[in-house]
């Protein structure tokens, strides 16, 4: 395992989701990163029952905010080599793969997180960036 140091850029996963963020405080098993970018933006739905729409609790889930802090776990964080994006294109594309994976086939789940994504569209991620 690599040594992650305090203001080192990594990337990491959180919840179902993959974000670039700065280390901002080393707490023993996690580190506290703050969110620059989205790589993989977060799945849809119930995660203890992937795949699934009925008789489940659909969760929308959206990326964490420009600048939002986390607990990272250090075994899920790597440092980041390359330039890092702005938030909002990386979000945008982020998105855009998503929507692209789910829009391959055409499940009941798929049709239901495409519904959810573009409720966060409408709602949220406009005011971050222009579709």
Do not use: C, W
Request: charged share 30%; net charge negative.
């Amino acid at each position: 395992m690599q040594t992650i140091e305090i203001g080192q850029i990594v990337e990491t996963r959180y919840n179902s989701g993959t974000y670039i963020g700065k280390v901002i405080q080393d707490k023993g098993n996690f580190l506290l990163v703050e969110t620059l970018a989205v790589i993989e933006h977060p799945t849809q739905g119930d995660l203890h029952n992937r795949g699934q729409v009925d008789g489940v609790a659909f969760h929308e889930r959206k990326a964490l905010a420009e600048r939002e802090k986390f607990n990272a776990r250090k075994r899920d964080t790597v440092p980041f080599a390359g330039d890092v994006p702005t938030y909002a294109d990386s979000l945008q594309e982020a998105v855009q793969r998503k929507k692209e994976e789910l829009q391959a086939e055409n499940t009941p789940f798929n049709q239901l997180s495409l519904e959810r994504i573009a409720d966060l569209e409408e709602h949220y991620y406009n005011k971050i960036y222009t579709i």
